[in-house]
C-alpha cells in the first residue's frame, strides 16, 4: 500500500470508526476465549490492590471489639486511636510524592510487585507486633505498599482491559474493596469465637492474613503482561502489538481492532509528546487539563466525604450510641454488613457501563443522604428514648445497610471515571492524585470522626447529610458525561487542550506529516495494510 493509499485509510479511520466498530463479533461468553480468560484473570493483579484498603477497615473495626486488643494496647481511645487508625494513611502520604516517577519509569506491573512485597512485609510484622510504636510502623509500612500498589493497579487495569470491558474491570477494583471487608470481618469474628479469644493471637491472625491476597497478587504479576500504553510510550511498538494480538485478538495479527488501537494509540502518544504533556506546568495553564485535576482531586475527596467512614471504621462506636453494644453482636453485624456490600458491589460493577457516568454518581449521592436523613432522625429519636426502643435501633441498623448499598453506587465509578478522564502522560500522576486526595481527606477523617462521635453522637450526621447535598451540586455542574468514547478519545469532551486518538490520526494527515519514529511508521502501516478502503469508508 502506497503513502496515498495509507492517508486515505487513515482519514477513514479517523473520522468514521471506533475501536467498538470494529470489534470482533464474539458469539461465546468472555471466558470461553483463551486471550480473554488469561487477560482477566491477569488484570485481577490490579483488581484485588484494594482488598488489602477493605480489609485494613473491617480488621481494624474488627479487633477493636476484641478484649485481648484492647488490653494489649491499653483501650486506645480519641486521638491515639485515630494514629492508630491512621497509620496506613501515614504510610501512603509519605510514599505519594514517588508513585507517579515508579508507574511512569519502572512501569505499571512492576510497580504493583514492588507495592505487594512491601504489604506482605507490614503484614507480617503487624502480626508480630509487640508494642504501640511497632504495631503503628507496620501499618505505615502496609500504607507505603498499598499505595504503590494501588496507584499503579488503576493505570494498569484501564490501559490492559478490553475496550467492552473497561468500565467493568476498573469498577470491580472498588468492588473488591467490600471483599477484604468481608474476609476480615470473618477471620475476626472467627478468632473471637473460638478459643483465640482470650489470646493475642485473635488480633494477630487477623493482622498477618492481610498479606494473603498480595501474595495472590505478587504470584501472577511475576507472569503477567505489561500494559501496552507504557510499552509504546517506551518505544517497545511490537512487545505492544503482540499484547493486542494475544490478549484483544486470540492470536490473530490481522484483527482491525488491533490495528485501530495501535493507530490510536501511538498517534495519541506522539501527540501528547509534542504538546509536552507530561510538563505539570501545562496542566495548569490549559483550562481542559485544570478541570482534569479538579476531578481527580475531587472525585476520591468526595467519596471520603459521603459519610461512609464512619462505618469503615468506627461502625463500633455506632452501634455503642444506639444501645448495641456486645461484642459478639458487633462482629455478626459487621459480617452481615460486608456480605451485603460485596453482593451490591459486585453486581453494581457488573452493569456500571450500562449507565451515563453522571447519573450514577447522582443515584449513588441522592440515596445515600435519603438514607443518612432518615439515619439521623432515628437516631436522635433512640437517644430521647434511652436506648430502650429496640425497633428504633432495628431501624437505624436498616438505615446503615441501605445506606452502605447505596454507597456502593458512587464507589464503583469512581476510579474507572478518573482513570478515563486522564491522558496517558497524565494518567499516573491522576492516580497519585486520587491516593493523595483520600488519603489526606481520610487522615482528617480519621482523626476527627471518632472524636465528633463520642463528643455529639448522632448530631454529627447531620454534618453528612449537608455535605451530601453539596456533592451532588458539585457533580451536576461539572461533571461532564464520558460513557461511549474510547480511552484515547474521552479528550473530546474536554474541548481541544488535548488531540484524541482519531483526531490525532486526522491532524498527522491533514497537516501531511510523519511525527512517529521509524518504529511507529512501520506499526501505522502495518495497521491499515491489507485492510480494504472500500470497507473502511462504507463503516465510516
Not at 85 to 105: E, H, Q, R, S
Not at 113 to 120: A, E, S
Not at 143 to 162: F, K, L
Not at 323 to 338: C, H, P, R, V
Request: with cysteine; net charge neutral; aromatic share 12%.
Amino acid at each position: 500500500m502506497n503513502v496515498t493509499e495509507e492517508k486515505d485509510v487513515l482519514e477513514n479511520v479517523a473520522d468514521g470508526l471506533t475501536v467498538k466498530d470494529v470489534m470482533p463479533k464474539r458469539e461465546k461468553l468472555w471466558f470461553f476465549y483463551p486471550g480473554l480468560l488469561k487477560l482477566n484473570i491477569f488484570l485481577l493483579i490490579g483488581i484485588l490492590c484494594q482488598v488489602v484498603s477493605g480489609y485494613d477497615g473491617s480488621m481494624m473495626n474488627g479487633i477493636q471489639a476484641l478484649e485481648s486488643w484492647q488490653n494489649y494496647f491499653d483501650h486506645p481511645a480519641g486521638g491515639r486511636l485515630g494514629t492508630m487508625v491512621n497509620g496506613n494513611t501515614i504510610g501512603t502520604l509519605i510514599t505519594v510524592p514517588f508513585v507517579t516517577f515508579m508507574c511512569d519509569y519502572l512501569g505499571r506491573r512492576l510497580s504493583i510487585i514492588i507495592g505487594c512485597c512491601v504489604i506482605i512485609i507490614g503484614a507480617t510484622l503487624q502480626g508480630a507486633a509487640q508494642n504501640f510504636s511497632m504495631f503503628m510502623g507496620s501499618r505505615i509500612l502496609l500504607g507505603i505498599g498499598g499505595c504503590i500498589a494501588s496507584a499503579a493497579a488503576g493505570p494498569y487495569v484501564t490501559e490492559c482491559a478490553y475496550p467492552t470491558h473497561r468500565a467493568q474491570a476498573t469498577a470491580m477494583m472498588l468492588a473488591s474493596w467490600p471483599l477484604g471487608s468481608f474476609v476480615a470481618a470473618l477471620v475476626t469474628w472467627a478468632a473471637y469465637y473460638s478459643n483465640l479469644q482470650t489470646s493475642t493471637w485473635s488480633w494477630r491472625v487477623p493482622s498477618i492474613l492481610q498479606g494473603f491476597f498480595p501474595l495472590i497478587q505478587l504470584a501472577l504479576a511475576l507472569i503477567a503482561p505489561e500494559s501496552p500504553r507504557w510499552l509504546i510510550a517506551k518505544g517497545k511498538v511490537e512487545k505492544a502489538r503482540n499484547f493486542f494480538v494475544k490478549y484483544h485478538a486470540e492470536g490473530e495479527p490481522d484483527q482491525l481492532i488491533v490495528k485501530m488501537q495501535m493507530a490510536e494509540i501511538m498517534a495519541t502518544i506522539e501527540e501528547e509528546k509534542t504538546q509536552h504533556m507530561s510538563n505539570v506546568i501545562k496542566w495548569i495553564k490549559s483550562p481542559g487539563l485544570r478541570h482534569r485535576l479538579f476531578i481527580c482531586f475531587f472525585v476520591p475527596a468526595m467519596l471520603q466525604l459521603e459519610g461512609n467512614a464512619l462505618i469503615s471504621y468506627y461502625l463500633h462506636i455506632i452501634l455503642n450510641n444506639i444501645g448495641i453494644t456486645d461484642s459478639l453482636t458487633q462482629l455478626k453485624f459487621n459480617i452481615g454488613l460486608t456480605v451485603w456490600a460485596l453482593v451490591a458491589s459486585v453486581v453494581i460493577a457488573s452493569v456500571v457501563d450500562r449507565f451515563n457516568r453522571r447519573t450514577v454518581f447522582m443515584s449513588g449521592l441522592s440515596s445515600m443522604c435519603f438514607c443518612y436523613v432518615i439515619w439521623t432522625i432515628l437516631s436522635a429519636i433512640n437517644q430521647q428514648r434511652n436506648f430502650e426502643d429496640k425497633g428504633l435501633a432495628a431501624g437505624v441498623v436498616t438505615m446503615i445497610y441501605l445506606y452502605n448499598g447505596c454507597n456502593v453506587i458512587c464507589a464503583v465509578i469512581g476510579t474507572p471515571y478518573v482513570m478515563e478522564i486522564c491522558p496517558y502522560f497524565m494518567r499516573a500522576t491522576g492516580s497519585m492524585i486520587y491516593q493523595l486526595s483520600g488519603n489526606v481527606v481520610g487522615l482528617f477523617n480519621n482523626y476527627v470522626n471518632p472524636i465528633a462521635m463520642e463528643a455529639i453522637t448522632w448530631k454529627y450526621y447531620i454534618v453528612w447529610c449537608c455535605n451530601l447535598v453539596f456533592l451532588m451540586v458539585i457533580v451536576y455542574f461539572f461533571f461532564p458525561e464520558t460513557r461511549g468514547h474510547d480511552l484515547e478519545d474521552v479528550a473530546e469532551v474536554f474541548g481541544s487542550d488535548v488531540v484524541g486518538g482519531r483526531a490525532a490520526v486526522r491532524k498527522q494527515m491533514m497537516d501531511g506529516e510523519k511525527h512517529f519514529d521509524n518504529n511507529m511508521h512501520l506499526e501505522t502501516a502495518a495497521a491499515v495494510e491489507q485492510t480494504p478502503t472500500d470497507a473502511l469508508t462504507e463503516k465510516a
